[in-house]
C-alpha cells in the first residue's frame, strides 16, 4: 500500500525575476533566469516525499529533454515514477516572474499534463491501494473527478488544492475529504467576497476545509463552520513560489504517517514558512529534518 498518490502536473518552471510586471507594449530588463522543476503536481508530492511519506506520481510529460529532467527530479527525491507516462506533446511549462518584494505571477502552458483525459487500469489501481489521494486542478478536470470518485469508493481519503481557480461540480467538492484552497481560490469558488466566509461555504459542501492566508496563516472550517485559525510563522520571503504546494504536501504526508491535524498543520506552517525564503518551487521545500529543527 502507498501512503500517498500524488494526481497532478508537472511543468518545467522558467522563471524571471524582474522588479515589476511589463506594461502592454514595454520592454524592460529582468535581473535573472533560472528553470526549476515545479507544477503544482510536483511539487506537493516532492513536499511530501522530503517529508518522510511514500509518495506515488500519477502524471503526463512529453518525449522530450524537459520531460526527462522532471522525472530524474522526482526520482531523485524517491517518489515512485512508474505512473509519470511519456506522450506525444511537449512537456508542460509555467512561465513565472518573481517581483520585488516575493510575489509571483505564473502563467502555465499545461502541454503534456492536458493530454490524458482518462485513469489507465495501473493507475486506478495505484489509487484504490493509497492512503490519500491528492490532486490539483492542473490536470483535465474529467480525470481529477473519475479519480477523487474512484478513492472515495475504496475508502481512500482525498485531497483537492483547487488550483488554477475554475467553477467545479459539486460531486467534485463532495468527494473531497480535505479541501486546501489559498483566501483567492476559496472566494471565488464560493462566490465571496470574505475569505473566511468563503472557507465556511465551502465546508458545508467538502469535508474539511483548510484555507492557506499566506502571512496571515491559514484557516480551518468544518460543517459550515470556522473550527479555528493556524497562527502563521512571520518570515520575510524572497519566492513564494511553491508555498501552498509545501503546505499541501507536508500536510497530507504528516496526516498519512499518524499524525494529528493540529500537529501536522503546524509542521505544513513551519515548512510553507521556509520555503518562501528560499527561491524556486521545488527547489525551496525544505527536509524533514530541517522542519522539525523549528518545531
Ligand atoms: O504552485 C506553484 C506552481 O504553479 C509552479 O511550480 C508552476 O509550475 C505552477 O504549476
Given at each position: 500500500m502507498s501512503s500517498v498518490v500524488v494526481l497532478g502536473s508537472a511543468n518545467l518552471d522558467l522563471v524571471v525575476r524582474q522588479p515589476r510586471l511589463p506594461q502592454p507594449g514595454e520592454t524592460m530588463f529582468g535581473s535573472s533566469f533560472t528553470t526549476v522543476p515545479g507544477g503544482k503536481g510536483l511539487n506537493q508530492a516532492i513536499a511530501a516525499a522530503r517529508t518522510g511519506a511514500e509518495v506515488v506520481f500519477l502524471g503526463a510529460v512529453g518525449r522530450d529533454a524537459f520531460g526527462t529532467q522532471l522525472r530524474e527530479a522526482l526520482q531523485a527525491d524517491?517518489?515512485?515514477?512508474?505512473?509519470?507516462i511519456g506522450v506525444d506533446v511537449p512537456t508542460g511549462t509555467a512561465h513565472i516572474a518573481v517581483l520585488g518584494d516575493g510575489e509571483n505571477s505564473i502563467v502555465i502552458v499545461p502541454g503534456a499534463n492536458a493530454a490524458v483525459r482518462q485513469l489507465d487500469k495501473a493507475s486506478r489501481v495505484t489509487i484504490t491501494r493509497a492512503r490519500y489521494l491528492v490532486a490539483q486542478l492542473e490536470r483535465p478536470l474529467d480525470l481529477v473527478s473519475e479519480a477523487f470518485a474512484l478513492a472515495r469508493a475504496a475508502g481512500v481519503r482525498t485531497v483537492l488544492?483547487?488550483?488554477?481557480?475554475q467553477p467545479l461540480e459539486p460531486l467534485l467538492l463532495e468527494n473531497t475529504d480535505i479541501l486546501i484552497p489559498n483566501s483567492g481560490e476559496a472566494c471565488a469558488l464560493a462566490g465571496l467576497d470574505d475569505d473566511r466566509d468563503a472557507a465556511a461555504a465551502l465546508s458545508s459542501m467538502a469535508g474539511l476545509v483548510v484555507m492557506t492566508r499566506g502571512p496571515r496563516g491559514a484557516t480551518v472550517a468544518q460543517g459550515g463552520g470556522i473550527l479555528f485559525d493556524v497562527a502563521p510563522r512571520v518570515v520575510e520571503a524572497v519566492d513564494t513560489t511553491g508555498a501552498g504546494d509545501t503546505f499541501a504536501g507536508v500536510l497530507v504526508a504528516r496526516l498519512s504517517l499518524g499524525e494529528s491535524l493540529e500537529r501536522a498543520l503546524h509542521a505544513a506552517t513551519v515548512a510553507a514558512s521556509i520555503a518562501v525564503t528560499r527561491p524556486g518551487a521545488s527547489t525551496s521545500m525544505p527536509t524533514w529534518t530541517q522542519v522539525e529543527a523549528l518545531l
Open positions: 524517491g517518489v515512485a515514477t512508474e505512473g509519470l488544492t483547487p488550483a488554477p481557480a
